[in-house]
């Protein structure tokens, strides 16, 4: 569970996001766990994966985290639906680069799956990944609308010959995000990516995931399909919002022995 | 070992489940188990120790039932039975619903106990095993509830003597078990000597569900008491699985003796994977096919058959798996392989695989063994071809064999290419691909996509080498239900013996056997004279020989193209058949008042023609089924030809009995041998004519003359001969049923019994169901 922990992309992407309310998250995502819980398990420097805001809560983020080491990464390209002008979801990652960002979660265009229009996929993630320049970028596929895991497969391969260094389930706003079957899916791609051309691609399952036996759950999916190398931050995200605060009552439950409550743990 | 140090290796800890309440019950019982007789568990008596395989400790002594405790088990099951099949179809519900509601009551010390003495991992136990123990008791609970209004037709067999398999101990118990007592048979039940636990837990259960004394009855012990079960002569129907070897031997000492019988054998159950699978899935299956249950699964997907222009690639990748592998404590929860269930188990299968193994290349799982316990690793063997041994014999072991095909009719070549037909696996995204091959495996269970996929609602069971008999569903049913027919004494007709004045007509005739749809002398070149009761010589006909039956086998293969041909062009010929039968109505009755010397030929022709409407009718309406089993996606169950059919038939009416078995079998799509009747064979070497101007393709119906006591060996011991059928006035039931166990097939023999083949009772349903093979196929979907 502290792996998930490190694993977080601790993420708040609301219309009434405000500077304060992200450096509490921020504040959150440098001390995910309480010190005495931490202390008692005999571990320390456990902070999130990363935090994952709007466009413009970039250096409010970056400013709070400062210091943290924790990555800042932001969604663009015209999120969550992705639809707006090609060359101003462009522009918006360059922004996005330029205000701090080290990663960027872009969406692609779900109409080139739906109509197989690979070449145009190919070329969009391409451009995105140009885009990025030294920003790690991740692939949110909005599986959710995708229609078929076969899709599913087709897009994950797509993207990562494209140069996605994630792939990513969904924005969190689909009616479906991450699922079960979904990940395997999308693990197996991964897996077979790196196995035909040795290169490691990241995955991160988001919207959903809510319980920390969930979160156990997936990692040992990754562990089982794709080993223990995947079970780093670096190759593994989780898109989360509540998940940090379930992981923390249940380690509070492993170090007590008694069932924990919610508002024992500080809010982010 | 620190949280700090599992947060760097994310290494798996042990997960283990707690054996403490299975102890407990262990303790309660003393650790000492008698046999379970008329409701009450007797004290125990001398026997031996049921182990955990796992860690090699004693947990339980069992008793050794002795002859006369199964004397007394049966004794109590008949006097059980009369009222048990009496109580209506709901009252037999009510306490098969309460089965299934204590097996989920207590289904956590179910599993445990299961894994303990069986040791298989308790994921499947808990998982897998129990939850469809109490599916198939709810099935079955449902099944009773129906039987008053659905099978009308159909009554009780009586005692059934089951006898089960160590590898599913309480899921073969409640396969056996539930359907027997639904039906309102009752059981005496003997389970495996190496897990007898969880059937004794299960005689408690028996006795908190109210369940009337001597409806079931345990007895443990070793292969003697099957034996004494086998051959015991107050029980109805015997009930087998196991190995094939043993089940041959119950096939020979049940012959003749009017026990019903079904038999649930072995396998070398083929795993098809063409070039277009998802292949991650199909990996994946192949753990659950050959892995699930330390691969001592009679269904296991032992043999691996893929398509060579993906096997380098696919081989790596179930390697890579199978090094992902964990093997050990089987009460661990995250463990994938278990123990194997005996010392004895892992000795035979290290000697198979030490012998064959030079023939291919070997991989063993590099997954740590525990230290003691019987544990084998998972293993692939690839760069197989059929002809080494450890393609064709059945392992029963984690031990995986491999070999390659080009196109799929070689891959349907390969999988069919031995004596077993038990299950099959398809893997292929292409619907067009599975579902053509499919119905083209020999197997009674193909699942497409998928592996080990198993429903009371679906039918279950082999064919070839594999047994007969299905479990599962409404044709499981048969197993336990007879039909209602007023059987009557046989009474034998000898020919009509030369008479002292003979009446010859000047012109000379010889009916010929009829194979391949000519017309040819018998191989022996012998025949025999047939008289009317008033003197007058009617003609000859050959005595057939082995080599005859040979031969006509070898033209019913040869007219394979029959099975293939639809239901409606069937129908049209048999209605054909008719309409030329019609024809010459007249000749018919003649000859056959001629042979018999009585005046109801008239009678037998209409009849013969009415039965061959019937059989025109049904080769287009006997449907199978789609079954509702709990998953997304059908489980499809197909009526399918048998093959080829030997058929005797009856002597007393020599064109309706023929009618009555012939137009059945090549109504559902099988070719047929038939043997006429002995007294009276004029009518068939008569009606071949009629075949001859009806369309009948040659080789579907073979019609053969002679002494029917001299062809019943041959042709019940022909080892490509799929099914034989007696309702001679011969009683060669004996002979037929026990030359029937070399390839094991399906025999329907009339035990000395004769029936009205004039009543409609002689046709329908009942003869449909030995004209066909129940294949479930199983077809899960979704994108």
Request: aromatic residues 8%; hydrophobic residues 45%.
């Amino acid at each position: 569970m502290l792996k998930a922990i490190t694993c977080i992309d601790l993420t708040t992407l609301s219309g009434d996001d405000t500077a304060g309310r992200v450096r509490r998250l921020c504040a959150k995502a440098a001390h995910p766990v309480r010190a005495d819980i931490l202390a008692a398990l005999g571990v320390d420097g456990i902070t999130t994966g990363a935090v994952c805001v709007y466009h413009e809560m970039i250096e409010p983020a970056v400013a709070a985290l400062t210091g943290t080491g924790i990555p800042v990464a932001a969604v663009s390209t015209g999120f969550p639906a992705g639809l707006s002008p090609f060359h101003l979801r462009l522009a918006e990652i360059g922004e996005s680069v330029k205000a701090g960002a080290q990663e960027i979660d872009i969406v692609i265009s779900r109409r080139h799956v739906l109509t197989g229009n690979w070449q145009a996929l190919y070329d969009e993630m391409k451009a995105f990944r140009d885009a990025c320049g030294d920003a790690h970028v991740k692939a949110i596929l909005a599986t959710g609308e995708l229609g078929s895991l076969r899709n599913v497969a087709r897009a994950s391969v797509v993207c990562m010959m494209a140069g996605a260094d994630f792939i990513k389930t969904s924005t969190g706003k689909e009616s479906v995000n991450a699922t079960l079957p979904v990940t395997l899916t999308m693990i197996r791609a991964i897996r077979d990516y790196y196995d035909r051309t040795g290169y490691r691609v990241g995955y991160k399952p988001a919207g959903g995931i809510s319980k920390a036996k969930d979160a156990v759950t997936y990692l040992t999916l990754i562990k089982d399909e794709l080993g223990n190398r995947w079970l780093q931050p670096d190759l593994f995200r989780f898109g989360a919002s509540s998940l940090l605060g379930d992981i923390e009552r249940q380690l509070e439950h492993h170090v007590t022995g008694h069932y924990s409550a919610a508002y024992r743990h500080p809010i982010g | 070992m620190t949280v700090k140090d599992i947060f760097e290796t994310m290494d798996y800890g042990a997960a283990p489940e707690n054996a403490a309440e299975a102890m407990a019950w262990l303790d309660a019982n003393t650790r000492k188990f008698g046999l379970f007789i008329d409701g009450a568990m007797t004290a125990p008596g001398n026997g031996f120790d049921s182990m955990n395989p796992a860690t090699a400790t004693t947990l339980a002594s069992v008793t050794q039932a002795t002859a006369d405790d199964v004397d007394r088990a049966v004794a109590a099951a008949r006097k059980a039975q009369g009222k048990w099949a009496a109580l209506s179809g709901h009252a037999r519900a009510k306490s098969l619903y309460a089965l299934a509601r204590l097996v989920q009551k207590h289904a956590r010390l179910f599993a445990v106990l299961e894994t303990l003495d069986n040791g298989k991992p308790i994921r499947e136990s808990r998982d897998i095993d129990i939850p469809l123990v109490a599916r198939h008791f709810y099935y079955h609970a449902g099944m009773a509830q129906l039987q008053d209004s659905e099978l009308p037709d159909r009554e009780a067999l009586g005692v059934c003597g089951q006898i089960i398999p160590w590898n599913f101990p309480l899921l073969m118990l409640a396969w056996k078990v539930a359907p027997a007592i639904a039906m309102g048979n009752t059981v005496v039940l003997k389970p495996a000597e190496y897990t007898p636990l969880t059937a004794l837990l299960f005689a408690q259960i028996c006795t908190e569900a109210g369940l009337p004394k001597g409806v079931v009855n345990i007895v443990t012990g070793d292969g003697t008491v099957g034996e004494a079960i086998v051959n015991h002569e107050d029980i109805d129907k015997i009930a087998f699985t196991g190995s094939t070897e043993v089940g041959r031997i119950i096939r020979r000492a049940t012959a003749g003796t009017g026990k019903a019988l079904t038999l649930e054998l072995g396998g070398k159950s083929p795993y098809v994977v063409f070039d277009d699978a998802d292949i991650d899935s199909a990996v994946e299956g192949l753990v659950d096919a050959i892995w699930f249950n330390q691969g001592q699964v009679c269904c296991a997907g032992s043999r691996l058959i893929v398509q060579e222009g993906i096997a380098d690639r696919f081989y790596a990748k179930l390697r890579s798996r199978m090094a992902g592998l964990r093997i050990g404590d089987p009460l661990d929860k995250a463990i994938d392989i278990g123990a194997l269930v005996d010392p004895t188990q892992l000795a035979a299968i290290t000697r198979m695989v030490d012998a064959g193994a030079h023939e291919g290349e070997v991989f063993r799982a590099p997954c740590p063994l525990p230290d003691q316990g019987c544990y084998y690793p998972p293993t692939l063997i690839t760069g197989l071809s059929p002809s080494s041994i450890l393609m064709q014999e059945e392992i029963f072991g984690p031990v995986l064999v491999a070999t390659t095909f080009r196109t799929p009719a070689e891959a349907v070549q390969l999988a069919n290419n031995t004596r077993y037909g038990l299950a099959a696996s398809v893997w292929s995204e292409n619907v067009n691909l599975a579902l053509d091959v499919a119905p083209k495996l020999v197997a009674g269970v193909v699942w497409v996509n998928g592996t080990n996929m198993f429903d009371a609602a679906a039918g279950f069971g082999g064919l070839r080498e594999s047994g007969f008999g299905r479990e599962g569903g409404w044709e499981g049913l048969a197993a336990y239900t007879k039909p209602r027919v007023k059987a009557q004494a046989l009474k034998p007709i000898a020919p009509v013996a030369a008479p002292k004045d003979a009446k010859v007509d000047t012109l000379d005739r010889t009916a010929k056997l009829f194979i391949g749809g000519k017309q040819k002398r018998p191989d022996g070149g012998y025949s025999q004279p047939v008289w009317s009761p008033k003197g007058a010589l009617l003609g000859h006909v050959g005595i057939a020989s082995r080599k005859d039956i040979r031969n006509a086998v070898e033209a019913a293969h040869a007219a394979k193209g029959w099975s293939k041909t639809t239901g409606h062009l069937r129908a049209q010929i048999l209605y054909y058949i008719a309409e030329n039968l019609t024809a010459r109505a007249d000749e018919f009755a003649h000859r056959i008042n001629e042979m018999t010397g009585k005046r109801n030929g008239a009678r037998e022709v209409e009849a013969s023609v009415s039965r061959l409407f019937s059989y025109a009718a049904w080769a287009d309406k006997y449907d199978g089924a789609v079954k509702p089993v709990p998953m997304r996606g059908v489980a499809l169950a197909m009526n399918e030809p048998v093959g080829v059919i030997g058929a005797f038939c009856p002597d007393d009416v020599p064109l309706l009995g023929l009618v009555s078995l012939v137009a059945p079998a090549i109504a559902m799509g099988n070719r047929v041998i038939a043997v006429a009747s002995d007294p009276y064979p004029l009518a068939a070497t008569d009606f071949y004519q009629v075949l001859e101007t009806s369309d009948v393709p040659g080789g579907v119906v073979n019609i053969l003359t002679g002494p029917h006591a001299g062809l019943a060996d041959p042709m019940a011991g022909h080892l490509d001969v799929d099914a034989v059928w007696s309702h001679s006035g011969a009683d060669i039931s004996t002979l037929v049923e026990r030359a029937a166990a070399g390839n094991l097939k399906r025999t329907w023999v009339n035990h000395a019994r004769g029936r009205d083949w004039f009543s409609p009772d002689a046709e329908g349903r009942s003869v449909l169901a030995q004209a066909t093979e129940v294949k479930t196929i199983w077809v899960p979907y979704g994108e």
